[in-house]
């Protein structure tokens, strides 16, 4: 058998896969083995397959994502920190045959944006809601957030959160998945190729359900965060399967408006 050349495999019918044209040529801003990279390649993904580049509208919110408008070659809107779910609410009733979502983390979404993101559920808003979950904040130097889980530390908590002093972990998935303005909830990762494949899954349905006016859409992506955490990559996706994610479990919790059991 002949060796197979580097022009062969360059070769249409040869290729596996390329990136979508929907992630612009600029370099991620993201820390090397953060999971916001995926995340942001397979929503990509997952327009481009729906043909909605132009249909589409996506708000970015404030942290590690403030400039995810950088990097989707979408038509995109910036929202005050925790607001995202707000200018989403307008932007939709404003254009309402527009695919419209938010991309938020948990500082964004469960800290400063509680308000905006109870509200737009309980609302029932007909948007999606994408909300990254590494249990810290990112970008200002790794400080305690909602979701930090008991005893584990960070830079505002050196000792480990104290539930008794500092509070529980706020189940931001769970909580919306009561409130019947919400039609889909789910929460999944984006650390495997398996993952990958039923996040994008799961992102698609959202997408899809959108567009059949069904309602509100949250897609939780539980994820590390390899800096913050004082990890290498490897360590933090290992120490987020086994901490992470016996606290927030993988899969559905609501699906067309039924609450999984």
């Known amino acids: 058998m002949s060796e197979i050349t580097k022009e062969q495999i360059r070769q249409p019918e040869n290729l596996v896969y390329t990136k979508t044209k929907l992630l612009t040529d600029k370099a991620l801003s993201y820390c090397p083995g953060c999971g916001h990279g995926t995340a942001h390649r397979i929503v990509m993904e997952v327009i481009e397959e729906l043909n909605?580049?132009?249909?589409?509208?996506?708000?970015?919110?404030?942290?590690?994502?403030?400039?995810?408008?950088?990097?989707?070659?979408?038509?995109?809107?910036q929202a005050a920190h925790g607001r995202a779910p707000a200018l989403a609410t307008a932007v939709k009733r404003l254009m309402p045959e527009k695919l419209v979502f938010t991309?938020?983390?948990?500082?964004?979404?469960?800290?400063?944006?509680?308000?905006?993101?109870?509200?737009?559920c309980n609302?029932?808003?007909?948007?999606?809601?994408?909300?990254?979950?590494?249990?810290?904040?990112?970008?200002t130097g790794g400080q305690m957030a909602p979701t930090t889980l008991p005893n584990m530390k960070a830079s505002t908590c050196p000792y480990g959160r104290d539930v008794v002093t500092m509070g529980n972990p706020l189940k931001m998935t769970e909580l919306v998945a009561q409130l019947p303005g919400v039609r889909y909830v789910t929460r999944q990762s984006v650390h495997t190729p398996g993952n990958v494949r039923k996040t994008k899954k799961a992102i698609r349905k959202a997408f899809d359900m959108q567009k059949e006016n069904?309602?509100?859409?949250?897609?939780?992506?539980?994820?590390?965060?390899?800096?913050?955490?004082?990890?290498?990559?490897?360590?933090?996706?290992?120490?987020?399967?086994?901490?992470?994610?016996p606290f927030y479990p993988l899969g559905d919790i609501k699906v067309d408006g039924q609450l999984v059991k």
């Open 214 to 245: 069904k309602g509100l859409t949250f897609v939780e992506i539980v994820s590390n965060c390899n800096s913050g955490w004082k990890m290498t990559p490897i360590q933090s996706n290992k120490w987020m399967e086994e901490n992470m994610f």
């Open 52 to 77: 909605a580049q132009s249909e589409t509208i996506g708000i970015a919110p404030v942290g590690c994502s403030v400039l995810a408008y950088e990097f989707m070659n979408i038509d995109m809107q």
């Open 103 to 120: 991309y938020q983390g948990d500082g964004d979404l469960a800290a400063i944006g509680t308000a905006e993101t109870i509200h737009a």
């Open 123 to 139: 609302r029932g808003e007909n948007i999606t809601i994408i909300f990254i979950n590494n249990g810290i904040y990112g970008m």
